[in-house]
Each structure stands twice: as structure tokens, then as C-alpha cells.
Nanobody
Framework: VQLQASGGGLVQTGGSLGLSCAAS????????MSWYRQAPAKGRELVASILPDGSTTYADSVKGRFAGSRNNARNTADLQMNSLKLEDTAIHYC?????????WGQGTLVTVSS
């Protein structure tokens, strides 16, 4: 199983960035795909989840700014991040879970500067 996250980088406050997670080795269409993040000196938090049917849930801190999507034909899950804030700076991780058994990607760094 491999989850390859990409798209992180440096962006100014108010800017946008898109993350993508490419999955292999799993029956992608059955998995809930999620994005987590971990800021310096903080615990890992759930940012967004994209269910197999494409429905989404978000942390309160990103509602209205972030949008998750998936492409079951390409085995990819994306996170579009808009109106970025300084507090969005973190390593972002892709997660795939089916029946409570999770797989994790390697993380991609998002840095928001003023």
C-alpha cells in the first residue's frame, strides 16, 4: 500500500494551494480518504474526510475554505485549500481507512507566510 501526497509548498496568507494523494495497493473506491495535519509542537488533527460516495466532512477551522474531492478512476484524493491562514502551516498527511484500519502517506509541508 502506498499513499503519495504532493502539492505542498509556500504560500502567502489569503492564498490557495492544492494537495493531492495518489493511492495504490488498495481498493480505493471503498476507502474513506482523509487529510490530517500536524503543526509544530501540536498533535495531529483531522482536517477533512472524503467518503467513498464523495461526501465530505471538515474540521470547523477549515469549513468554507477547504474542499475535498476524490477521483475513484484515478485513485486520487485532493484537498483544495483557499484563504489560507498562518495557522494552516503544518505537515499535511493523507490517510486511507476501511473498517478502522488506517494507512498513512508520508506527509507534505504547507507553509503559510505573512
Amino acid at each position: 500500500v502506498q499513499l503519495q501526497a504532493s502539492g505542498g509548498g509556500l504560500v502567502q496568507t489569503g492564498g490557495s494551494l492544492g494537495l493531492s494523494c495518489a493511492a495504490s495497493g488498495i481498493l480505493f473506491e471503498f476507502y474513506t480518504m482523509s487529510w490530517y495535519r500536524q503543526a509544530p509542537a501540536k498533535g495531529r488533527e483531522l482536517v477533512a474526510s472524503i467518503l467513498p460516495d464523495g461526501s465530505t466532512t471538515y474540521a470547523d477551522s477549515v469549513k468554507g475554505r477547504f474542499a475535498g474531492s476524490r477521483n475513484n478512476a484515478r485513485n486520487t484524493a485532493d484537498l483544495q485549500m483557499n484563504s489560507l491562514k498562518l495557522e494552516d502551516t503544518a505537515i499535511h498527511y493523507c490517510n486511507a481507512v476501511l473498517k478502522a484500519y488506517p494507512y498513512w502517506g508520508q506527509g507534505t509541508l504547507v507553509t503559510v507566510s505573512s
